[in-house]
C-alpha cells in the first residue's frame, strides 16, 4: 500500500513522537525542517485561566515558521507536523482541542488511549490523517476498525506509555492483517535500529527518548543529562504513576527516594489526563525514557540527531545490502 502524501517524501522514514512536558514548538520546528515528522501532545499547550489559548498559538506559529522555510527551501521542504490526542475520558479538553486543530487544518494527528471515530472523522474532514498507538494486535484491530489511517505499534523498551512485547512479535501480527502505515515505537535512537524497523514490516520508526536531550526540548539540564549517562539498565517498566506501563529513568525515582526494584502496583480506575490532576511532589522529577538511550552521548541540537541517525540509516543500508547479498 502507498503511504499517504502527509508521509512521503521524508528526508528518512522517521517521526519524533509526542513527549509530554518536553515537545513544544522549537522542537516540532526543529524535527519537521530537518526532514522528520515533530509532533507534541495537545495537552502540552496549557495556559493559564482567562489567558488566550496557547494551543492556537502554537499552531500558528508551527504553520507560519513552515510555511516561510518552504518558501525559501522549495527543493528542501519541511515535513509535516503531528498533533497528539488523549482521548482517555479524563482529557476534558479533548473536544476544545479537535476544533482548534480542525481550525489549523493539522496534517497528521496521533492519538492515545482510546480510539474515538469522532477524532479520526475531524481529522479526514481537513484533509489529515489519524495514528493510533497501540501496544498489542487486539488494540490495532480496534483502531482501524473505528476509522485509523494508521498505527504505532508501541512495543517493549518504548519510552513513555509502552508494551511489553517484542517488536519482532507485534510488527508480525499487525502486518498479518493490515497493509496500511504502521510505525514502530521501541528503542528506536539510532539509524541501525530505524532500518531495522523497516525490516520487520514497519514503514519506519517513532524515536522520543534521544530528542530529550536536545537543545529545543522543554526538559531540564539534570533530566537530559541523566538520559545521556543512562542505558538500558537504567530503566524500569512500571505503572505506578500514570497508572499505564511505561519506562522510567532508575535515577529518577531513587532521587524521590524511592526503591526502583520495589515499585508498588497502581489502580488503572484512577487514571487521570486531565488539567486538574495531582500526583505526590515527590513524583515531580520522576522522568520517563525508553531503552535504547545507551546511544545516546551528548546533547545536541535536533538537527544534528537526526543528520546523525540519517548517515547511520544509510550506512546501515550499504553494509547489509553487500552481507545479504551473499546469500542470494
Known amino acids: 500500500m502507498t503511504l ?4 512521503q517524501n521524508l528526508r528518512i522514514p522517521l517521526i519524533g513522537s509526542p513527549l509530554f512536558i518536553i515537545s513544544n514548538p522549537d ?7 530537518a526532514g522528520i515528522v515533530g509532533s507534541f501532545p495537545a ?3 496549557r495556559e493559564k485561566d482567562g489567558d488566550p489559548i496557547l494551543l492556537e498559538q502554537w499552531l500558528t506559529r508551527i504553520n507560519e515558521e513552515l510555511d516561510r522555510h518552504n518558501q525559501a527551501n522549495p527543493d528542501n521542504p ?11 475520558r479524563s482529557n476534558g479538553r479533548l473536544e476544545r482541542d479537535i476544533e482548534i ?3 489549523h487544518k493539522v496534517p497528521v494527528w496521533i492519538t492515545s488511549l482510546g480510539a474515538r471515530v469522532e477524532v479520526n472523522e475531524a481529522a479526514h ?3 489529515g490523517i489519524t495514528l493510533h498507538d497501540v501496544i498489542n494486535d487486539k488494540f490495532a484491530h480496534k483502531a482501524i476498525e473505528k476509522g485509523a489511517d494508521g498505527l504505532i505499534a508501541v512495543a517493549a523498551g518504548a519510552g513513555g506509555h509502552a508494551g511489553a512485547l517484542s517488536p519482532m512479535a507485534l510488527v508480525q ?3 498479518a492483517w493490515f497493509d496500511g502505515p504502521l510505525f514502530l515505537s521501541g528503542s528506536i535512537a539510532t539509524g541501525d535500529a530505524l532500518l531495522a524497523a523497516q525490516a520487520m514490516g514497519a514503514d519506519g520508526g517513532y524515536a522520543g527518548s534521544a530528542f530529550i536531550a536536545t537543545e529545543e526540548a522543554n526538559a531540564e539540564d539534570r533530566y537530559k543529562h541523566m538520559i545521556v549517562e543512562s542505558g538500558a539498565s537504567d530503566i524500569v517498566y512500571s505503572d505506578l504513576f500514570t497508572g499505564v506501563w511505561g519506562n522510567y529513568l532508575k535515577p529518577s525515582i531513587a532521587a524521590a527516594g524511592m526503591d526502583p526494584e520495589n515499585l508498588e502496583r497502581s489502580d488503572p480506575s484512577k487514571m487521570n489526563f486531565g488539567e486538574n490532576r495531582k500526583k505526590p511532589k515527590s513524583w515531580k522529577e520522576i522522568w520517563g525514557s525508553g531503552q535504547g538511550i545507551g546511544a545516546v552521548k551528548d546533547v545536541v541540537p535536533a538537527a544534528q540527531l537526526i543528520d546523525r541517525i540519517a548517515t547511520e540509516y544509510f550506512a546501515a543500508f550499504e553494509r547489509l545490502s553487500g552481507q545479504v547479498g551473499r546469500y542470494r
Not at 4 to 7: F, I, S, Y
Open 4 to 7: 499517504p502524501a502527509q508521509l
Open 27 to 33: 522542537l516540532v520546528i526543529a524535527q519537521c525542517k
Open 43 to 45: 495537552l502540552n499547550a
Open 78 to 88: 519541511a515535513a509535516p507536523y503531528a498533533v497528539n490526542q488523549i482521548v482517555h
Open 101 to 103: 486543530c480542525v481550525k
Open 125 to 127: 474532514s481537513v484533509g
Open 173 to 175: 501480527e499487525i502486518r
